[in-house]
């Protein structure tokens, strides 16, 4: 399982930025893809993910708002938008993907595989 995510840069508050996760066919129609971020010396935490099955989308409350996750079925790719970022949103972000349930959807362990992580970093 490959995943691969790149976008990340340095970009003023308030700015836009695009993240992409791109992975093989095989893995795009089997697992469910999501994003996670770590700032330095924190947790990996939860950012958003959306649903392999029925599309929907689950975020972090505090992204809601402000960023838009989407599958593109046609280049098995999962896109976060971020809009009007925050120097809090810095962190290393990272695509993972797994079978997470609902309660789960959350969790890193629910998702087995990861991508290499691509840095944002917001300034003030």
């Known amino acids: 399982v490959q995943l691969q995510a790149f976008g990340g840069g340095l970009v003023q508050a308030g700015g836009p930025l695009r993240l992409s996760c791109t992975a093989s066919?095989?893995?795009?129609?089997?697992?469910?893809l999501g994003w996670f971020r770590q700032a330095s010396g924190k947790e990996r935490e939860f950012v958003a993910v959306?649903?392999?099955?029925?599309?929907?989308?689950y975020y972090d409350d505090s992204v809601k708002g402000r960023f838009t996750i989407s599958r593109d079925n046609a280049k098995n790719t999962v896109n976060l938008q971020m809009n009007n970022l925050k120097p809090e949103d810095t962190a290393v972000y990272y695509c993972?993907?797994?079978?997470?349930?609902?309660?789960?959807?959350?969790?890193?362990?629910?998702?087995?595989?990861w991508g290499q992580g691509t840095l944002v970093t917001v300034s003030s």
């Open positions: 066919r095989d893995t795009f129609n089997t697992y469910t």
């Open positions: 993972g993907a797994g079978r997470p349930i609902i309660s789960t959807v959350s969790r890193p362990e629910a998702y087995y595989y």
């Open positions: 959306i649903a392999r099955s029925n599309m929907r989308p």
